[in-house]
């Protein structure tokens, strides 16, 4: 299709890089990008984007991609605990200032001819288009006035965004104990200097720290940035917590049983949002405007574009959203775990989402993995075949364990804890331990895994995970990462 006039609300990434590459793709078409606030005005600090990402950028627009990584800076990534340390090799990710990367996806969405109009809140209704790209945000306008279908998940834990003027050697996860709770901080450097720290804690902690009080509109919080500060100095390297209206937040995971009603299509966090663990708002906004862009190239018309361009994009984002998912439940629950050796926790970490197998994790980081095999076994493992070696590790399950045939969503829900009560039960009555065991399906099987590692956690015993031998890697991921002391493999 040919779009006469387009309009696109919000001077995020997502929408300038639409805006962008809008007009590269229709030059006689008009597109105006419409954002309410001031151009030299942002939220945020910095920003990652991800290998695979980059080369999706490269491919529909490299000029842009090359100021961005030039502005950027690219890091490991390390976890550190209790002084203990462990690094894993990820210098693929580059972390940008998100000032930058407006400024350079403004400078080329002007040098494309598109327009740009700051500092007047305006909506689909108020324009004189013919397509509308809503890219407004997780708090989007567009979408609560449409019919889009929209329902938000709120998380149960608690985080605030900051920053600090110097650059991290390493991204860097670090929990901190205090005497109110556990803190943890998600960190990492960007651009030239600075460092974006992303804090975050369960709400017992928060309100045993005096966190729930009121913050005054468009100011910080200047009281929990300096606890957290405090907190975390040894990170910090003595440098100051900066705030950008910080404030504490509970994570919104938006999903939208439509992304288009009429002449309006929504974009990046305004159709879908992503827990931030998995780093992946900036990287759905670009990849959702590369996609509605080749959409409407190939269309005849609008509703067949929206339709090519939600068919094309849903099942990568819901499939993200799905690990998004489950590393929030993870990281929501991460302090129960900090009895572990921080190589092991690193495995448990990469392998909690089930995105990275346990042998491809030992291909990557070899060192590592070995160290926490070792000990996990007691042993070094083989140079290869692990994840037979580690299957073959197990002892003799007990004969009398209580078998939990439970199917949940969330482990850590009202349903997770009637689990758990009825397996501390079972515990004082002479338990020896648990069988967990359920459908066969893959999903099912790391909801499993975490279950169990909950009730291990919280009533003890032996705990045996049963799954299909054609999900062994799954299952010895979940044996090195302490989900689970045993596992049974099934037809």
């Known amino acids: 299709m040919q779009p006469r006039r387009v ?9 300038l890089y639409a805006a962008r590459l809008l007009k590269l793709a229709f030059p006689s ?38 100021d961005v990584v030039a502005a950027g800076c690219r890091h490991d990534m390390t976890l550190r605990v209790d002084g203990h340390v462990a690094r894993v090799r990820n210098d693929r990710l580059v ?3 998100r000032t930058e990367l407006l400024a350079i996806l403004q400078r080329h969405a002007e040098k494309a001819g598109v327009e740009l109009n700051f500092g007047a809140r305006r909506s689909a209704e108020d324009l004189d ?4 790209v809503a890219a407004d945000g997780v708090g989007s306008v567009t979408r609560e006035q449409g019919a889009f279908g929209a329902r938000i998940g709120t998380g149960r834990g608690l985080y605030l965004w900051c920053g600090a003027d110097f650059a991290l050697d390493d991204a860097l996860f670090e929990p901190v104990r205090t005497e109110h709770g556990v803190f943890v901080t998600h960190a990492y450097p960007y651009g030239t200097g600075n460092s974006t720290f992303l ?4 709400e017992a902690t928060w309100r045993r720290a005096g966190f729930d009080h009121d913050v005054e509109d468009g100011e910080s919080d200047e009281i929990s940035l300096r606890y957290l500060q405090d907190a975390f100095a040894e990170p910090l390297r003595g440098h100051r917590l900066i705030g950008n209206r910080t404030r504490w937040l509970r994570f919104r995971t938006v999903h939208c049983a439509r992304w288009s009603a009429g002449n309006t299509v929504l974009l990046g966090d305004a159709a879908h949002t992503a827990h931030f663990s998995i780093g992946s708002g900036t990287k759905l906004a670009m990849e959702d405007a590369i996609g509605l862009v080749e959409a409407l190239r190939d269309a005849p018309d609008a509703t067949e574009a929206f339709a090519r ?12 959203q799905e690990l998004a998912r489950r590393s929030q439940l993870w990281w929501e629950s991460f302090p129960a775990r900090l009895h572990l050796p921080v ?13 990275v197998p346990l042998d491809r994790f030992a291909a990557t980081s070899p060192d590592l993995v070995a160290t926490a095999l070792t000990q996990y076994a007691g042993t070094p493992p083989p140079a290869d075949g692990l994840v037979d070696w580690v299957l073959e590790q197990q002892a003799t399950p007990p004969a009398d364990l209580v078998t939990i045939d439970d199917v949940v969503t969330d482990p850590w829900d009202a349903a997770g804890d009637a689990v758990v009560a009825r397996a501390r039960a079972a515990r004082e009555r002479g338990a020896p331990g648990f069988r967990f065991t359920g459908p066969g399906d893959r999903g099912a099987l790391l909801t ?20 299909p031998a054609a999900l062994r890697d799954d299952l010895a991921a979940g044996l090195v990462g302490a989900r689970t002391d045993l596992i049974e493999e099934t037809a």
């Open 7 to 15: 309009a696109v609300l919000g001077g995020g990434p997502g929408g």
């Open 29 to 66: 078409s008009e597109v105006a990008v419409h954002e309410q606030g001031e151009p030299d005005t942002t939220f945020g600090f910095g920003v990652g984007l991800a290998a695979g990402t980059q080369r999706k950028l490269a491919a529909a627009d490299p000029d842009t991609l090359r």
């Open 95 to 97: 972390g940008v200032a």
């Open 129 to 132: 288009a013919d397509l509308v």
């Open 199 to 202: 804090i975050e804690t369960d």
């Open 309 to 320: 361009y939600e068919a094309d994009r849903r099942p990568a984002v819901e499939r993200l």
């Open 343 to 355: 190589e092991r926790l690193m495995v448990a970490y990469m392998t909690r989402a089930g995105n």
């Open 448 to 467: 499993r895994l975490d279950l169990a590692e909950r009730v291990r956690l919280e009533a003890g015993g032996v705990i045996l995970v049963a799954g």
